[in-house]
């Protein structure tokens, strides 16, 4: 069994900058992934970044450029390093780990407001 545990989540005016931090902590084998999705108000939950294991990264198309992730492998830990925030990035952020199954963190609320 594998727990997540996120923090970093806050509210940031526009244009500034967060880090979202994801540990994994339990029965840990080997992770084949991790990421990170999003749930704005009113809509569906979407992917916004994941890495592999072997370090292969994937960032959606409306946060490149702005947001990357990173992997601290020794550690089980994923980032999300956040910047140029704008008000559509408000959502809560739920970290993502892939095992035998997914994992899910118990989500982190963004908020980007002036």
């Known amino acids: 069994q594998v727990q997540l545990v996120e923090s970093g989540g806050g509210l940031v005016p526009p244009g500034g900058s967060l880090r979202l931090s994801c540990a994994a902590s339990?029965?840990?084998?080997?992770?084949?992934?991790m990421g990170w999705y999003r749930q704005g108000p009113g809509q569906q939950r979407e992917l916004v970044a994941s890495?592999?294991?072997?370090?292969?990264?994937y960032v959606v198309g409306s946060v490149k450029g702005r947001f990357s992730i990173s992997r601290d492998t020794a550690k089980n830990t994923v980032y999300l390093q956040m910047n140029s925030l704008k008000l559509e990035d408000t959502a809560v952020y739920y970290c993502?780990?892939?095992?035998?199954?997914?994992?899910w963190g118990q989500g982190t609320q963004v908020t980007v407001s002036s």
């Open positions: 339990g029965t840990i084998f080997r992770l084949i992934a």
């Open positions: 890495i592999s294991n072997e370090g292969i990264t």
């Open positions: 993502f780990a892939d095992q035998s199954g997914r994992t």
